[in-house]
């Protein structure tokens, strides 16, 4: 069986990564919404009518269990799916803005995301429910999920975008930065060059995959997991299965996995950043 994960489009592969990584005995289905793509500038409606339809081509396709990889898609839709697709394990990303407020030693936490997870009422929750001292700052990007699915990742227009965006902020004063949205995780060399070097980055994806580990053990559905860590990526990456697809169709086309296995390439880089 396979482990089904998605996103509006090539943010999701961070999740699929470091999940490859953790689990490179799993098969896995990678599906990317670029028909829809980005979500985070849609209505709520919208989206989730799009990942309705993610979650039924999953359930189609033979899977254990299903990651949303998209914070923005877990904020407007999951408890709907879960209802929904009783059947199926559904485990989303959400901000890493607990461990964030926990380890920020009372500096303050500035938290990217896409406009719509900063306007939804799930977000905005999460930040009541953890930050007593009102340490929580929150801040839309949106303008990185379209460098990202350019595939511009580090040029002067991202750093000019990214300096006048955070602008506004004493840096200074802040101790984490949370990637809200799956997409950001591409540009951490980027924010580490302006950020001040006491703040620390954060994504929910590593705390997302072992939480699909325990739902699948759980179940007796886990396969062998790798040891600490993981696997050693260099080695293990042309041994792990994946199928691509973009909105429903197999990616085929030996140039676009070219692409996309240098978007790994990348993500290798970034996740230990
Ligand atoms: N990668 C997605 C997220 O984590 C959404 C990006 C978008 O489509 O706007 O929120």
């Known amino acids: 069986m396979n482990?089904?994960?998605?996103?509006?489009g090539i943010g999701g592969m961070t999740l699929l990564h470091q999940a490859m990584v953790l689990m490179p005995r799993e098969n896995f289905i990678f599906y990317a919404?670029?028909?829809?793509?980005?979500y985070g500038t849609k209505s709520r409606e919208q989206?989730?009518?799009?990942?309705?339809?993610?979650?039924?081509?999953?359930a189609g396709h033979d899977c254990k269990a299903v990651v949303i990889a998209c914070n923005t898609a877990t904020?407007?839709?999951?408890?709907?799916?879960?209802?929904?697709?009783?059947?199926?394990?559904?485990?989303?990303?959400?901000?890493?803005?607990k461990p964030a407020v926990a380890e920020s030693e009372g500096k303050r936490v500035l938290v990217v995301a896409t406009p719509l997870t900063v306007h939804e009422k799930r977000l905005r929750k999460l930040v009541e429910r953890v930050d007593d001292e009102h340490l929580v700052d929150l801040?839309?990007?949106?303008?990185l999920v379209e460098f990202a699915e350019r595939g511009e990742f580090v040029s002067d227009n991202v750093t000019?975008?990214?300096?006048?965006?955070?602008s506004g902020y004493a840096l200074d004063r802040y101790g984490e930065l949370v990637l809200g949205c799956t997409h950001f995780n591409y540009f951490k060399d980027t924010f580490r060059a302006l950020l001040p070097l006491q703040i620390h980055m954060i994504d929910g994806s590593l705390g997302t995959v072992r939480q699909l580990m325990r739902v699948l053990a759980a179940r007796h559905e886990l396969l062998e997991t790798a040891e600490g860590?993981?696997?050693?990526?260099?080695?293990?990456?042309?041994?792990?299965?994946?199928r691509y697809y973009e909105s429903g169709r197999e990616i085929?086309?030996?140039?676009?996995?070219?692409?996309?296995?240098r978007l790994h390439d990348r993500l290798e880089t970034m996740r230990k950043l």
């Open 75 to 97: 904020a407007v839709a999951a408890e709907r799916m879960r209802s929904r697709y009783s059947q199926i394990p559904i485990v989303g990303i959400e901000p890493a803005v």
């Open 3 to 8: 482990i089904g994960i998605f996103d509006s």
């Open 47 to 58: 989206v989730t009518a799009y990942v309705d339809e993610v979650i039924r081509f999953m």
């Open 252 to 261: 085929t086309d030996a140039a676009k996995l070219a692409r996309i296995r």
């Open 139 to 143: 801040l839309e990007l949106p303008g």
């Open 33 to 38: 919404d670029t028909d829809h793509v980005p």
């Open 160 to 166: 000019a975008y990214l300096r006048e965006r955070l």
């Open 229 to 242: 860590e993981g696997v050693d990526w260099e080695s293990h990456k042309n041994d792990i299965c994946v």
